[in-house]
């Protein structure tokens, strides 16, 4: 079939017509595409009420919060010690004594001398005054040495009562200990045969019987030492109550000589009596001063805990004087005779600069966590030094932080690691900190609105890795720009995004990368 050159014509029209509208329309829907992928997408966040938390990390290592450092405090052989490392011991428990026949013909002597010498007082007064005033003065210096005498002997008796109770508690104590362990032997043999599953059999009958035993010792032994302990504390009381009577006495002795020494002086020869008054007070001075010996010849625990070191042994001679019961942590703690420790309880001395000692405060909580545990122990800032450690320039300041509670698996010396809460507000409101971009000294965020965002200037408070604190700018519910959805959301970490110190005094997020990215661009 043969078409006209003017209909070929028209065809070739109509086929470059809709050519070129196949092409427009290309077009048109290329630059749709392109239009729609130009409009930008974005990753947001509402800013809302929350809590941001700063932190401090400091490092240490462990140290018993209570540790005693005794020292015997008078001269002498060592004849006993009644404790081992590791025994756990009681207040006023018996650590050593040393020989005391010594110090006892000492204090002996003491009172012979003091006696003597109230003895010539009397004869002198009684010999240059008249017979009336001088057989009072007599009269009071019989009693007083008598009273003197009596005080001794009653201090002498309480000594020795309360050595015996504590001598009682001791071996009560350990009655206790090796019951306990007793009973944890029963009990590991009962489970061993396996009698949780099967107790009639009679292998399982003779463990129960065995365990039910040791148990019923272990409670007799624990009544025993509760008696022990009652004992002790009642015969303290009645003791000091004696002691103060007798003292009284001797006190009141004192003042009937003093009245019929001043009664007789009329008569007396002046310098004589100051002379025999002197010896009087010299020779008191000399009994008191022994007595004390003879009571320190006793070393007693001052505190229930574990005796961690003994640095002394039966037969060495320690010297006078030894010294009282150190504080804890004492730096003489490596001469030390004993060393007793509160069991469980510890705390941990680190240093901060001098750029965040002022952010650290007594009373902070914080969190310490020993080196192979995982678990946090609650823990609270108890002292920050005032003066500093100076090395190449640099000032440091001690800061302890004492764990709550008791935790006896943890030791003396383990390494660990310490978070200090030093700054926390509550029901603030906040923005992701990768939101916040901070130049120099000013902060805005992208705030989000009908698609479009525009920038903010706000002011920031306290911020965490996690949130920033808004002082003013926006209101809660604002929609706040962290990234586009193209871009990576930026971590607290990257960048600078990590805390830093503002001029106010608490730390702000400096924007982490959060800005507008237009894809496809």
Not at 262 to 282: E, N, R, T
Not at 399 to 412: C, K, M, N, Q, Y
Request: glycine residues 8%; neutral net charge.
């Amino acid at each position: 079939m043969r078409f006209s050159p003017l209909l070929k014509r028209r065809k070739y029209r109509a086929a470059s017509v809709a050519a070129v509208l196949l092409l427009a329309a290309a077009v048109v829907g290329l630059m749709f595409v392109r239009g729609s992928a130009a409009a930008p997408q974005y990753r947001t966040a509402s800013a809302t009420l929350g809590t941001v938390r700063q932190t401090l990390s400091l490092t240490g290592n462990l140290t018993p919060v209570a540790q005693s450092n005794l020292n015997f405090q008078v001269g002498g052989t060592v004849t006993a010690i009644d404790v081992t490392v590791g025994q756990s011991v009681t207040a006023g428990q018996v650590l050593a004594t040393l020989d005391p026949v010594t110090l006892q013909a000492t204090l002996t002597q003491a009172q012979a001398n003091l006696i003597a010498a109230q003895a010539k007082q009397a004869a002198d007064q009684s010999t240059s005054s008249s017979s009336n005033a001088g057989q009072q003065l007599a009269t009071a210096q019989t009693s007083l040495a008598n009273d003197i005498t009596a005080y001794n002997d009653t201090v002498a008796v309480y000594n020795q009562t309360i050595k015996a109770d504590q001598h009682a508690i001791a071996s009560d104590q350990a009655s206790v200990n090796a019951d306990a362990q007793a009973v944890s032997v029963a009990r590991q043999r009962y489970n061993a045969d396996g009698c949780s599953s099967s107790p009639s059999t009679a292998t399982c009958q003779s463990d129960q019987q065995n365990l039910s035993a040791a148990q019923q010792q272990q409670s007799k032994d624990q009544q025993s030492l509760a008696a022990a302990d009652a004992a002790l504390a009642t015969d303290q009381v009645r003791g000091q109550q004696s002691n103060d009577q007798a003292a009284a006495r001797v006190a009141a002795d004192r003042t009937a000589v003093s009245n019929a020494a001043s009664s007789s002086s009329a008569s007396s020869s002046s310098a004589s009596a100051a002379q025999d008054a002197a010896g009087v007070i010299q020779a008191q001075q000399a009994v008191t001063t022994a007595q004390t010996a003879v009571t320190n010849a006793t070393l007693t625990a001052p505190n229930s805990g574990q005796v961690a070191q003994v640095n002394t042994a039966v037969g060495n001679t320690v010297s006078s004087p030894g010294g009282a019961a150190a504080s804890s942590n004492s730096s003489s703690s490596a001469a030390a005779q004993f060393i007793i420790l509160s069991p469980g309880s510890f705390q941990v001395t680190s240093t901060v600069s001098d750029s965040v000692v002022s952010e650290v405060a007594i009373g902070q909580n914080a969190v310490v966590t020993a080196a192979g545990t995982t678990n946090g122990l609650a823990a609270t800032v108890t002292s920050v030094g005032e003066i500093a450690t100076v090395t190449s320039g640099v000032a440091t300041f001690p800061v302890t932080v004492e764990i709550t509670g008791s935790h006896p698996a943890l030791r003396d010396g383990m390494s660990a690691t310490v978070t200090v809460v030093i700054n926390q507000v509550v029901g603030v409101l906040t923005v992701p900190t990768s939101a916040v971009h901070t130049n120099g000294t000013a902060s805005t965020v992208e705030v989000l609105k009908n698609g479009v965002p525009s920038t903010v200037v706000v002011t920031v408070g306290a911020a965490d890795p996690s949130r920033t604190q808004i002082n003013s700018g926006l209101s809660e519910g604002d929609t706040v720009v962290i990234a586009t959805v193209t871009s990576t959301v930026p971590s607290a970490a990257s960048g600078s995004g990590a805390p830093r110190r503002t001029g106010a005094g608490g730390f702000a997020g400096a924007g982490g990368g959060g800005g507008l990215a237009v894809p496809g661009g």
